[in-house]
């Protein structure tokens, strides 16, 4: 077993390879360059990203772009198709308004950008995209942040890449995609940490493929002109989200669609959260409370580690 | 001044052509006579083929192959927190009963005791035991984007 850390996209990014080949530093090196390459183009804080760019031309007509931007941009689309809107690529202007304006590491936790009145959030479906051409044409006044989705998006990438050749599990910060079971066949453990309580997790998983995300307002937060602030937008006010919920674990076939799941259960709260994903299928979500209630959905346990068995004497 | 004309070639070109037309026919015609007369003798003799079975030498089989095999003897698997039947403690021994007291006049037959007091039968069903494995170390944690 063979594991690297670094700093990408805004998060720390692990990637942990069940070989024991030496070639796999290789792996390593091309998995970091990827993620770079990516960041460079798909960050909203670097100012000369292609993501950027194309922010810029706002309400200017179709700007052709890049095949990665091009092909994040047709992911975070899907996925705000599949959460009807409430996962939405469209919360850049949000954000910033929010005073998320720049890397959270630089933030200090407090932001000093204008208070301005938040506004709901401009939708989706006005963002133009034509495929013959590769042109998008945005609307004046909307600006798009891929965050969390190109970030789930391209570790997914990477864990498929990676994954023909070694079993791969890629930890985005806490969002973990897997390739498939580990060389023995076994699943792999992941602990759900527990938010009041850094050391126990509140249960092990035992994934052998798919994906497991957690969104929460316990971290990214700042303070913006007295007023605590999160990175969680509701895109029907435009305002960061008032939930009763603390965190949302949800497991998915596909990291994408459990970090979009559990931003969703997120924004529409524990009862309509939980409503909404008894209808999705194959996923199954652990939340906590504000008040540190534990909410199990039915078939969370199919996924959880037994610890116990029974045995005739 | 006496000029000496070159006298005329004769035409012959339809000479020629009678004469390679007439060799061209004579050289046919002689073919398709000499064929004619000689005709290629196709004598078609039955292949002969003889099919002899294969020699097959029977073999007696191994004795590996007939013989039943032998079945090993596995050792009972025990887990390891199970202690071993000459490991576990004998129960203390019950309490000695209080003597009776002299003065208690002697009863009359009791009556059987109940059924549910019974010790029960030699052949019950056997107990079930919590095993705990050891929980694996995680290979990674899931919690709000870091």
Redo the contacts between chains.
């Keep these: 077993?063979q594991q690297r850390s670094f700093w990408a996209m805004g998060?720390?990014i692990?990637i942990?390879i069940d070989s024991d080949e030496a070639n796999a530093r290789s792996a390593f090196a091309g998995a970091y360059q990827t993620l770079r390459a990516y960041e460079r183009i798909l960050s909203r804080f670097q100012p000369h990203s292609d993501l950027n760019a194309l922010n810029r031309c706002a309400g200017r007509g179709p700007q052709r772009v890049g095949q990665t931007l091009w092909r994040a941009l047709q992911h975070a689309l899907w996925m705000a198709y599949r959460s009807d809107g409430l996962v939405t690529p469209a919360v850049g202007e949000a954000l910033h308004t929010a005073g998320y304006d720049r890397d959270f590491r630089h933030m200090a936790g407090i932001s000093a950008a204008d208070l301005r009145t938040p506004s709901p959030v401009p939708d989706w479906r006005l963002i133009q995209c034509d495929p013959r051409r590769r042109t998008v044409a945005i609307p004046a006044g909307m600006r798009l942040d891929l965050g969390?989705s190109a970030?789930g998006w391209t570790a997914t990438l990477i864990a498929r890449r990676l994954g023909r050749r070694y079993p791969t599990?890629v930890?985005a910060?806490?969002?973990?995609a897997l390739s498939g079971p580990r060389r023995d066949g076994s699943p792999?453990?992941?602990?759900?940490?527990d938010?009041f309580h850094p050391d126990p997790?509140l249960a092990?998983?035992m994934l052998r493929r798919g994906g497991?995300?957690?969104?929460?307002?316990?971290?990214?937060r700042w303070l913006h002109r007295g007023k605590w602030q999160h990175?969680l937008i509701d895109p029907r006010t435009g305002d960061p989200v008032r939930t009763d919920l603390l965190?949302a674990?949800v497991i998915a076939p596909t990291l994408s669609l459990a970090e979009m799941a559990a931003k969703v259960i997120l924004i529409l709260g524990a009862e309509s959260g939980l409503h909404w994903l008894a209808d999705q299928p194959n996923m199954a979500g652990l939340l906590v409370h504000r008040d540190g209630q534990i909410i199990r959905t039915p078939n969370v346990d199919r996924y959880c580690?037994q610890?116990?068995?029974?045995?005739?004497? | 001044m006496n000029q000496t004309r070159k006298p005329m070639r004769a035409d012959v070109s339809g000479l020629k052509w009678a004469i390679s037309t007439a060799a061209l026919a004579a050289t046919i015609g002689g073919w398709g006579w000499l064929t004619a007369q000689n005709p290629p003798e196709v004598a078609i003799a039955a292949p002969q083929i003889a099919v002899q079975p294969p020699a097959v030498e029977r073999q007696p089989l191994p004795p590996w192959l007939t013989d039943d095999p032998m079945l090993p003897v596995l050792p009972t698997v025990v887990p390891l927190n199970i202690p071993a039947r000459d490991q576990v403690a004998a129960p203390p021994p019950a309490p000695a009963a209080p003597p009776r007291a002299p003065a208690a006049p002697p009863r009359a037959p009791a009556a059987p005791p109940p059924a549910s007091a019974a010790p029960p039968p030699a052949s019950a069903a056997p107990a079930l035991r919590e095993v705990t494995i050891p929980a694996p170390a995680p290979a990674a944690r899931t919690r709000s984007s870091r």
């Design positions: 077993m998060s720390t692990t942990v969390g970030k599990l930890d910060g806490g969002d973990i792999w453990p992941i602990e759900v940490a938010p997790g092990l998983l497991v995300a957690t969104s929460g307002v316990d971290y990214r990175h965190t674990t580690w610890s116990s068995m029974s045995a005739n004497r």
